[in-house]
């Protein structure tokens, strides 16, 4: 697989490369580049699931619980660094995935993606609710965190949150796609196409399942913690429906075929609704609704998918 | 007498009206291939269900090698050596046949890597020389819906031979196979069993390939074993000949 991809993995090196050094030279970029990395450090997450043929339409509650573990922090401890928000973020992502999991990974389709929905309700309602604690839907504002002791002017630091998130994605994309080409991502795939003869290999499709559902809902917390920092905030709408709906958006949008596609479709979203929303203000909406459905009619496998299509179409088939 | 592998006991299991096993007792001994044979909804299948964990039945007990199975889940009893094909072979379609291969020797192993890759486990020349076995190594790098219906059974009974299973069930091997191929896979099957030391036990509405592959057949019938013997014994009985084989 990874041989046949080389074409998308170029156009991901390309990628990281551009979110380097494009900011350097528009410095408005870096805060952009930094919350497309985020985001798709997130929709790496949604991609693993869509492997097994499932989607989350909750998952934004393990970016949330990224994001208020940073907050937390910074409300009742004080101070703070990023190093150990990330580690919290982390930490709390992935204790919440497993109990959440253990629940989840019992069923499959629309029942598993209406469950998720449910559990990240139910969070978005006590953030919302347990005022004295999280501030309602004002949310609770994160200052900006040294690293490794080191305090930044903002100037500065959105080049230091842009690097860091930088150096994540590229660990992260690297590590999904090595967990996609080995056994447990094979065996992943394994239950969207046939879950039964998995079972009957010995192997328990749930616990697999499980794996991959708390490897993605830790992504999904590190990148909440991400967002957290660099938009300075954390508010329960981080956690609604509308903001899961988004990540599978942008996993539709890139495509779920390749870790690639978490990156891909985080850009276009992104840079498309940094546009549109300069231009149209508050119809931004319509213009990412007309790119999704374009990708859906012309590129039902997303963007990454529009290289595999090139090449078969110049094989001659369809 | 060999060991007895399989064992069942009384079993009995009912799907509303319909009694699939009534009391049945039946003993699959080492070395053998034992075929299982009888009219179409007669409860044939419905053992091999039973044994592998799919159903539970109710009354009665499955052993293997002595240890009660009766409800244990299939993963529990493939990782006892019981494996299975299917009479529409189960693969995993979207993936080559050696990454289905490797799928089932990551499995075998307990404890798949999440990091390493898969093509390069050290299992690979083993899972290769399966393929090999059941003549459909040229098929290897082949996406598995790509394969014909002959030779996606083949690869399914290497999938269950990557086990390294004591005993295969296996449900119709021929079914869904042209007739001309048919013997060509039997004599690849029963060759690969026979390499491997694996007992067999197989579900087959052809006489013809009963006779000719099974070291002994039971006839399972209006949720009873009517008769157990030797291909030429019960193939030679006239209630057997008039009720099952139809002639």
Known sequence: ?318 | MANILLSAKGITIRFGGVIAADGIDLDVHEGENLAIIGPNGAGKTTFLNISTGYLRPQAGHVSFLGRDITAQLPRTITRLGIARAFQIPQLFLDQTVIENMLIAAASLGGHPSGFKALSGLPEAPEMERLLALVGVEQYAGRKARELPEGQRKLVDIALALALKPRLLLMDEPTSGVASSEKFGIMDILTAALAKEKVTSVFVEHDMDVVERYASRVAVWSMGKIQKIGTPADVLADPKVREHVIGI
């Open chain 1, 1 to 318: 697989m990874a041989g046949r991809l080389t074409p998308i993995a170029l156009g991901a090196t390309v990628f990281f490369l551009v979110a380097a050094a494009a900011p350097l030279f528009v410095p408005s970029w870096a805060t952009l580049f930094a919350l497309i990395l985020a985001k798709g450090i997130v929709v790496l997450g949604i991609i693993l699931l869509l492997q097994a043929g499932q989607v989350s339409f909750g998952h934004a509650m393990f970016f949330t619980t990224g994001a208020y573990a940073a907050a937390f922090w910074g409300k009742f401890v004080g101070g703070g660094d990023i190093v150990l928000y990330l580690a919290l973020g982390a930490i709390s992502s992935t204790v919440f995935g497993l109990i959440v999991g253990l629940f989840v990974v019992r069923y499959r389709e629309i029942f598993f993606g209406m469950l998720n929905l449910a559990f990240s309700m139910v969070l978005w309602s006590l953030l919302e609710k347990m005022f004295h604690y999280t501030n309602g839907a004002d949310g609770i504002r994160v200052a900006r965190p040294t690293l490794l002791g080191w305090a930044f002017t903002p100037e500065t630091f959105q080049y230091v949150i842009l690097y860091i998130s930088l150096l994540i994605a590229a660990a992260a994309f690297i590590g999904v796609q090595r967990y996609l080409d080995s056994p447990l991502g094979h065996m992943l795939r394994a239950i969207k196409s046939n879950e039964t003869r998995l079972e009957y290999l010995g192997t328990s499709a749930r616990r697999v399942l499980l794996v991959g559902y708390v490897i993605s809902a830790m992504l999904g917390g590190i990148g909440g913690t991400l967002v957290a920092i660099i938009q300075q905030i954390a508010t329960p709408e981080f956690g609604y429906w509308t903001k899961s709906g988004e990540f599978v958006f942008i996993a539709i949008l890139g495509g779920g075929a390749h870790a690639f596609g978490a990156f891909a479709g985080a850009a276009m979203f992104e840079i498309v609704r940094y546009f549109a929303a300069a231009q149209l203000a508050n119809a931004w909406q319509l213009i990412l609704g007309v790119v999704l459905i374009v990708i859906i009619l012309y590129a039902p496998n997303g963007l990454i998918g529009l290289r595999q299509r090139d090449r078969r179409a110049k094989q001659g088939g369809r």
